[in-house]
């Protein structure tokens, strides 16, 4: 069973006057239907040092998360910033949401601007797949994202593999090494698109989420059943 780290957003608590790690919910929720064959454990934010816990937890792939700008948090850029260099120094898969994508644009050296709150914030619209991407044609995604990066600003290690409409990076991949990235989060649809886990196992090296229960028993094949989330406890 694979190993896989997520990193997590940082919070601000004042009553306490100190500062939080945090995972969403939405998360558990949908790595249990789209990884039901992995492992996952999310890394704190501890700056370089957390590049350590890769080979420390023997993790096989990474996710990195949404929330928190790029720039607003040092300590996470600089976390996202060596999860990103040891996975590329050891090929290790890795997958970017919102965020994360924009990390890995930063991180080769790869600019970033400000979105059209109209179009990309709290909303959703069309992107359209890059022909030789995973999928082809066009689909509907939200978006909740005030910065992005525009294809002639990509850096040159990575291309693009999905825009919107008016013309953003909605997806990216790295040209060598198994790194991919979307714009959209796949974690926070009401119910997932199976899509979503094609790209995300495509990434990590998985097998489709058939092939992986028709091999395995043990593991659910969430493709016969229907997507939605069961409601957090209180």
């Given at each position: 069973?694979?190993?896989?780290?997520?990193s997590m957003?940082?919070?601000d608590?004042?009553?306490?006057?100190?500062?939080?790690?945090?995972?969403?919910?939405?998360w558990?929720?949908?790595?249990?239907?789209?990884?039901?064959?992995?492992?996952?454990?999310?890394?704190?934010?501890?700056?370089?040092?957390?590049?350590?816990?890769i080979?420390?937890?023997?993790?096989?792939?990474?996710?990195?998360?949404?929330?928190?700008?790029?720039?607003s948090?040092?300590?996470?850029?600089?976390?996202?910033?060596?999860?990103?260099r040891?996975?590329l120094?050891?090929?290790?898969?890795?997958f970017?949401?919102?965020?994360g994508?924009?990390?890995i644009q930063?991180?080769?050296?790869?600019?970033l601007?400000?979105?059209?709150?109209?179009?990309h914030v709290?909303?959703r619209?069309?992107?359209?797949f890059?022909?030789?991407?995973?999928e082809?044609?066009?689909?509907?995604v939200n978006?909740?994202?005030?910065?992005g990066?525009?294809?002639?600003?990509?850096a040159?290690?990575?291309?693009?593999?999905?825009?919107?409409?008016?013309?953003?990076?909605?997806g990216?991949?790295?040209?060598?090494?198994?790194?991919?990235?979307?714009?959209?989060?796949?974690?926070?649809?009401?119910?997932?698109?199976?899509?979503?886990?094609?790209?995300?196992?495509?990434?990590?090296?998985?097998?489709?989420l058939?092939?992986?229960?028709?091999?395995?028993?043990?593991?659910?094949?969430?493709?016969?059943?229907?997507?939605?989330?069961?409601?957090?406890?209180?």
């Amino acid at each position: 069973m694979k190993r896989i780290g997520l990193s997590m957003r940082i919070v601000d608590e004042a009553a306490y006057d100190e500062s939080r790690d945090a995972l969403a919910h939405d998360w558990a929720r949908f790595l249990a239907l789209a990884l039901p064959d992995c492992q996952w454990t999310p890394i704190p934010n501890l700056g370089a040092k957390a590049a350590g816990f890769i080979q420390d937890w023997g993790l096989d792939g990474l996710v990195l998360t949404g929330g928190n700008d790029p720039g607003s948090s040092t300590l996470r850029d600089d976390t996202e910033n060596a999860l990103v260099r040891e996975a590329l120094r050891r090929r290790l898969p890795l997958f970017g949401v919102c965020r994360g994508l924009q990390m890995i644009q930063r991180c080769f050296g790869g600019p970033l601007r400000g979105c059209p709150k109209d179009g990309h914030v709290a909303t959703r619209h069309v992107v359209r797949f890059e022909r030789g991407s995973v999928e082809e044609g066009e689909r509907t995604v939200n978006s909740y994202h005030a910065l992005g990066v525009r294809p002639q600003d990509l850096a040159p290690e990575l291309i693009a593999t999905a825009l919107s409409a008016d013309g953003w990076v909605e997806g990216l991949a790295h040209r060598g090494s198994p790194m991919a990235a979307v714009q959209w989060h796949p974690e926070r649809n009401a119910v997932m698109d199976p899509l979503d886990a094609r790209l995300l196992r495509d990434t990590l090296g998985l097998p489709s989420l058939s092939d992986a229960s028709a091999a395995s028993p043990r593991i659910v094949n969430t493709l016969s059943t229907p997507f939605s989330f069961p409601p957090c406890a209180p």
